[in-house]
């Protein structure tokens, strides 16, 4: 079974600061995806950038952008410019490409809290 | 842009007393997801359907089962509650076919509450 670990249960960042999240990930398989979905208060579940391990080109979304490294199995969220309304629970998910389980599966989370 | 919308919102019952829950996908959307989140945790999956048939099981106990309807909408159906089951419950659709990573978009949860 695939595990998702995020090993940072809170990370703080000033205003404007950049700030990484770590996230790793342990699977037997080669194709899969992997998201980083923000959590604010309100509880919503908002994807905010998406990488398919079969492209080695780093996704990038604004201020957004991840470090996928597939063969140590680690994707890491990289936010830069941080805004007060960053600040959230920000989760790791992994999903596997293979037909008929596309069940998203989450680390533990990372609180981020962003300081003015 | 419609989203998914799930009812009721929140949702307060006893132990032992029975709970539905309802989710609207994204108009199109051919396939529902539903997560439970316990307080301070991750969502965890519990069940999903794809053209109204289970396309994937998890975690979900006995006493729950899920169904989808003609229309696409899913109902989760909770019987004998326990305490541990205060949860938040989120339901997300995707279109099968709609992109290679099928999306899942998640609605605003239903927050039950066990007392």
């Known amino acids: 079974a695939q595990t998702v670990t995020q090993s940072q249960p809170e990370m703080s960042v000033q205003e404007a600061e950049t700030v990484t999240l770590s996230c790793t990930y342990d699977t037997s398989e080669s194709d899969y995806y992997l998201f980083w979905y923000k959590q604010p208060p309100s509880r919503q579940m908002i994807l905010v950038i998406r990488q398919e391990a079969y492209k080695q080109q780093n996704a990038t979304e604004n201020r957004f952008s991840v470090n996928f490294q597939k063969a140590a199995k680690s994707f890491s969220l990289k936010i830069s410019d941080s805004q007060l309304g960053d600040a959230a629970m920000y989760f790791c998910?992994?999903?596997?490409?293979?037909?008929?389980?596309?069940?998203?599966?989450f680390g533990k989370g990372t609180k981020l809290t962003v300081n003015p | 842009a419609a989203g998914v919308i799930q009812s009721p919102r929140h949702l307060i019952k006893e132990k032992r007393e029975t709970a539905t829950l309802k989710c609207y996908p994204i108009?199109?959307?051919?396939?529902v997801y539903w997560y439970q989140q316990g307080p301070g945790q991750d969502p965890q999956f519990l069940i999903s359907f794809y053209e109204k048939m289970q396309s994937d099981k998890g975690s979900i106990p006995d006493r729950f089962s899920a169904q989808q309807f003609s229309d696409y909408h899913s109902e989760l159906n909770m019987s004998s509650l326990e305490l541990g089951d205060s949860a938040l419950y989120f339901c997300?659709?995707?279109?099968?076919?709609?992109?290679?990573?099928?999306?899942?978009?998640f609605g605003p949860g239903t927050r039950l509450t066990v007392l």
């Open positions: 997300a659709s995707s279109l099968q076919r709609g992109g290679p990573y099928n999306e899942q978009f």
């Open positions: 108009p199109r959307h051919d396939t």
């Open positions: 998910a992994y999903r596997s490409a293979q037909g008929g389980s596309e069940k998203l599966v």
